[in-house]
């Protein structure tokens, strides 16, 4: 059931053409726009895949709503519903990730540690799709959900990195591993940046698939019992 | 070609995407053409547009199959049984006291003004809505057709029945070929590679009602498909609902059409509830 | 609206046709028309036989004719013979009903003038 429901969203997404080609898009106009400073550069790219790939989990989430509940009234599992949107989101993630690492790699010299920045994406991209899918359980709209999901990557980018308050936000840990990937004397920061993209991951895809299966299980109907007597 | 050989071929098109076997769907335009010739009449003339001819003919044909074996009706055990259903959303009440018991073999039809609660009932039964007070009893093995967005526009039919088939653990081969034959009886053939968006209303409802019933359940609930139906459509999906009983399965529709109401079991009929 | 009547009676008319002699499309279309009916368009007749067909209350055979290609000729089933019998029987019921109900009351309004 996981496979049959990540394969068949997967093609559901590829069909989304002009979609996807937007998703493609929007990061590398984020790092065009900085190419100059690597180190920015590279974190407005992990900001630009995070938000791409969050939105495209949100719009997909979305939209299976109602067949997903279709399917749980026959007997789905909401686990592998949502697991299985989830695995083919993370496909194309790491489509997004793999080729953006070959343009990093391509266009910028003087990177400290160059495979780190395969590293943060790869990150990025498994925090957001959750992120997605949680943010389509609260706000239950497109638009409204994309403009929320908007908002949390301004703050990331705006937000001061060393205030307590940055470290609330979901994508912290991509700025500490782009210090990381950038930074000649290696700074502390990949454990730390680690720690908190693991427990990130874990809160939002506890969150997002607890929430999911309470949404999606259905009423429980007591079986039919044997006649009584009349 | 020939404007004759033009119109049959065009007849043998529409009686093959109406799901008949091509060997048939041949044999019956043989037929026709034949007997135009030996009348001396032009097919047009005769029969009409090909595509009404092929509508009309196929219509015959699966009726046919239909009636052919009418079976000694059996009533089989409970399904589902409501028992003083109500529900109500904060202080506006939308379903009071509602009772039936419906068994296998029958056909239960929910009828009601707009608001009345026909879909919350539904709903209730399918489990997607809570009911304030009352029992429901329900068999496990159910299937179920929503009024929208039943369906995924980005997906084509063989990948529903894919994915529909995987949930009662049906290889992917074996899903599709008894997605196929559930069509051909609703007078569809599904195209390969075409995603439902680009088929017609009426063909995306025959998808929405053949995915309902793809695991033989034994109780079938139904928001019975009326957008984008034509005539033909509309007698064939009753056509299928007597069928579905007459195989033992417990049926629960909600229609709109209120004609034709003697042939089924039940009516439930909803009002809207008055507040006091 | 005469041709609406016919509709709902033409499995019964094609039978009773049939349960005289064995026919051909156009010979029962024919004949229909010889009885006083209006033509019934081929749309509408062969649909009609073939379900008769469907049903087993006809069977057909292909026969060569003098005049072009071969016709398709349809002839009662035993299960047809039995299918004429009961809508015979249906039929009169219903007959004795509309007269009851339409011709009655035209009859005594003649009467009382």
């Not at chain 1, 974190?43 to 938000?51: D, E, K, N, T």
């Not at chain 1, 990130?200 to 929430?211: D, E, G, K, N």
């Not at chain 3, 049939?18 to 004949?31: F, H, N, Q, S």
Request: net charge positive; with cysteine; aromatic share 8%.
């Amino acid at each position: 059931m996981l496979l049959t429901v990540a394969s068949t969203s997967l093609r559901e997404l590829a069909r989304r053409r002009v979609a996807l080609l937007f998703v493609f898009l929007l990061p590398c106009v984020f790092y065009w726009a900085r190419i100059d400073v690597s180190w920015q550069a590279v974190r407005f790219l992990a900001i630009g895949v995070g938000w791409a790939v969050a939105t495209l989990s949100l719009f997909s989430h979305v939209g299976a709503r109602r067949l997903d509940q279709r399917l749980s009234v026959i007997g789905a599992s909401p686990t592998a519903l949502f697991f299985g949107r989830q695995l083919a989101l993370l496909g194309i993630g790491v489509i997004m990730a793999g080729v953006y690492f070959v343009l990093v790699a391509a266009t910028q010299d003087g990177l400290a540690r160059l495979p780190a920045v395969f590293l943060l994406l790869l990150t990025t991209v498994l925090i957001s799709a959750p992120l997605g899918a949680l943010v389509s359980l609260v706000i239950t709209r497109e638009l409204e959900g994309a403009l929320a999901l908007l908002s949390i990557m301004a703050l990331q980018l705006l937000v001061d990195p060393d205030g307590s308050a940055a470290k609330l936000l979901p994508l912290w840990s991509t700025r500490e591993l782009s210090a990381y990937a950038i930074q000649t004397p290696a700074a502390d920061s990949l454990p730390s940046g680690l720690f908190h993209f693991a427990l990130t991951l874990t809160l939002c895809v506890a969150i997002a698939w607890f929430a999911s299966a309470l949404r999606l299980r259905p009423v429980s109907l007591s079986p039919i019992r044997p006649d009584t007597p009349h | 070609m020939t404007p004759e050989e033009e119109w049959g071929t065009q007849l043998l098109k529409h009686l093959t995407s109406t799901g008949i076997a091509l060997a048939e769907a041949r044999e019956l335009a043989g037929d026709a053409l034949a007997e135009a010739a030996a009348a001396g009449i032009d097919p047009r003339a005769m029969y009409g547009p090909a595509v009404a001819y092929a509508s009309t003919v196929a219509q015959a044909v699966r009726s046919a199959t239909a009636t052919a074996a009418p079976l000694s009706r059996t009533r089989g055990p409970v399904v589902l049984r409501l028992h003083g259903v109500s529900k109500r959303y904060r202080r506006r009440r939308v379903l009071k006291n509602v009772h039936l018991s419906l068994r296998a073999g029958e056909v239960a039809a929910i009828v009601g003004a707009n608001g009345s609660g026909k879909s919350t009932l539904l709903n209730i039964c399918a489990g997607l809505t809570r009911a304030t007070s009352g029992v429901v009893e329900r068999t496990a093995r159910v299937g179920y057709a929503p009024q929208q967005d039943g369906v995924a526009p980005l997906l084509t039919p063989e990948e529903h029945f894919r994915l529909f088939g995987a949930v009662h653990r049906m290889g992917r081969k074996k899903a599709a070929a008894i997605g196929t034959g559930l069509a051909s009886r609703l007078g569809w053939r599904p195209r390969e590679g075409v995603v439902v968006a680009h088929l017609s209303g009426g063909t995306q409802q025959k998808l929405n009602v053949v995915l309902s019933e793809l695991n033989r359940p034994e109780l079938i609930l139904l928001d019975e498909p009326y957008q984008g139906f034509d005539q033909g459509s509309y007698v064939d999906f009753w056509d299928q609902v007597f069928r579905w009983r007459d195989g033992g399965a417990g049926i629960l529709v909600v229609t709109h059409m209120l004609h034709d109401l003697d042939r089924v079991d039940h009516v439930l009929e909803l009002q809207p509830v008055e507040e006091p | 609206m005469r041709q609406q009547w016919l509709h709902g009676f033409l499995d019964v008319c094609l039978l009773s046709l049939l349960a005289e002699r064995r026919d051909y499309g156009r010979g029962l279309a024919e004949r229909l028309v010889e009885a006083g009916f209006d033509e019934v368009p081929g749309g509408t007749l062969y649909p009609a036989l073939l379900r008769l067909e469907k049903q087993g209350l006809v069977r057909t055979e292909k026969e060569a004719s003098t005049s072009g290609p071969p016709r398709k000729y349809y002839e009662l089933t035993e299960l047809g013979r039995t299918g004429v019998r009961e809508r015979r029987h249906a039929w009169e019921h219903f007959k004795t009903a509309m007269d009851a109900v339409v011709v009655s009351p035209l009859d005594a309004e003649e009467v009382g003038t």
